[in-house]
């Protein structure tokens, strides 16, 4: 059974810094993309970044660009979204998915399984 569990949301000022992680079990992590994806409220859901297996190929959308990072560690099953100099626009729920091949997949077609999600709220 497939578990995808995202931590590290919260509330901070603009400017400020977060890290999100996403555990992730019942599967060869090694082995396939993950995604980090945000859903404000009102909004469709919008990838925000994307890393291969090996974690040496990535994207980011191009708001983030610059201000957020996405990294994995595979010997501990789970994969990172470093977000920095935060923009009250940034707010959403935020969480991750399984690709569903090894390669960087930036459309939410290409995911088969999703977590929870973990709130972010960027507010002064």
């Given at each position: ?80 979204l470093q977000m920095n100099s935060l923009?009250?626009?940034d707010t959403a729920l935020y969480s991750?998915a399984v690709g569903s091949v090894a ?22």
């Amino acid at each position: 059974q497939v578990q995808l569990v995202a931590t590290g949301g919260g509330v901070v000022q603009p400017g400020g810094s977060l890290k999100l992680s996403c555990g992730a079990s019942g599967f060869t992590f090694s082995s396939y993309g993950m995604g980090w994806f945000r859903q404000a409220p009102g909004k469709e859901r919008e990838i925000v970044a994307a890393i291969d297996s090996s974690g040496f190929s990535f994207f980011h959308q191009a708001s983030v660009r610059g201000r957020f990072t996405i990294s994995r560690d595979n010997a501990k099953n789970t994969v990172f979204l470093q977000m920095n100099s935060l923009k009250p626009e940034d707010t959403a729920l935020y969480s991750c998915a399984v690709g569903s091949v090894a390669a960087v997949t930036t459309s939410s077609y290409g995911y088969r399984y999703w977590g929870q999600g973990t709130q972010v709220t960027v507010s002064s």
